[in-house]
């Protein structure tokens, strides 16, 4: 089995953390998604990261692709289970952080098409920076009302929502228009106990 993978994408990060709670900790085959690699290609047709290829070949693209497999071929009791026993709730929350994170990484990849204007300050920048920030605003009111990791595993929310915050304080430093989030903040250092947190924060490979 290979996971092609890079060490920023948060969409790696769900699908790694997702399979190490499921004891399926294998080391990522780190690609470049943007150089065409050719393994990614072969694998994806889309040349994204994650992409999953099980050990008889088989592709699997899309993080929550990944999650899926995971729950139905790992599921509960013997493995921790993803969704929780409130499976509306963990995929509800679990929602707001991924529309959170593909504003992000939307901003991100946009930024790099229009350089030197930058993309945040145009009218679909703006929308996205309002995701961002009204997403957290969100994510943060759920997680202070109840906290993700109250059960003692990592679901998908807790998952995503931890994600969603380690890759803004990732890529975003400095951006006053994000809400406080001392809730998300004190959720993503507890989760950082996990050795499946721990072993995937986000950095840039030299
Ligand atoms: N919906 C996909 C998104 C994956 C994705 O966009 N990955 C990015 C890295 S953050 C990528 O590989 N981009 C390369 C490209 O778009 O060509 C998922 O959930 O896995």
């Not at 109840?146 to 995503?160: E, K, R, V």
Request: charged letters at 20%.
């Amino acid at each position: 089995m290979q996971l092609l993978a890079n060490t920023t994408s948060p969409y790696v990060r769900i699908a790694r953390v997702s399979m190490i709670e499921k004891d399926l900790n294998i080391e990522p085959t780190i690609v470049d998604p943007w150089a065409d690699d050719v393994r990614l290609r072969a694998a994806n047709a889309a040349t994204r990261v994650p992409t999953l290829v099980l050990d008889d070949g088989t592709p699997i693209a899309e993080s929550l692709s990944i999650v899926m497999w995971l729950e139905a071929t790992r599921p509960a009791p013997t493995h921790p289970s993803l969704l929780g026993p409130d499976t509306a709730g963990v995929l509800s929350r679990a929602g707001v952080a991924l529309g959170v994170i593909d504003a992000a990484v939307h901003t991100i990849i946009i930024r790099k098409v229009t350089a030197p204007v930058l993309f945040d300050e145009t009218p679909v920048g703006l929308r996205r920076r309002r995701t961002m920030a009204e997403g957290m605003e969100r994510l943060e009111a759920l997680a202070a009302a109840q906290p993700m990791d109250s059960n003692g595993t990592a679901t998908l929310d807790a998952i995503c929502a931890v994600t969603a915050i380690d890759y803004l304080n990732f890529r975003f430093t400095d951006a006053p228009w994000l809400p406080p989030m001392p809730a998300l903040n004190a959720l993503s250092q507890r989760l950082r106990a996990r050795p499946s947190i721990a072993q995937t924060m986000p950095f840039v490979a030299s």
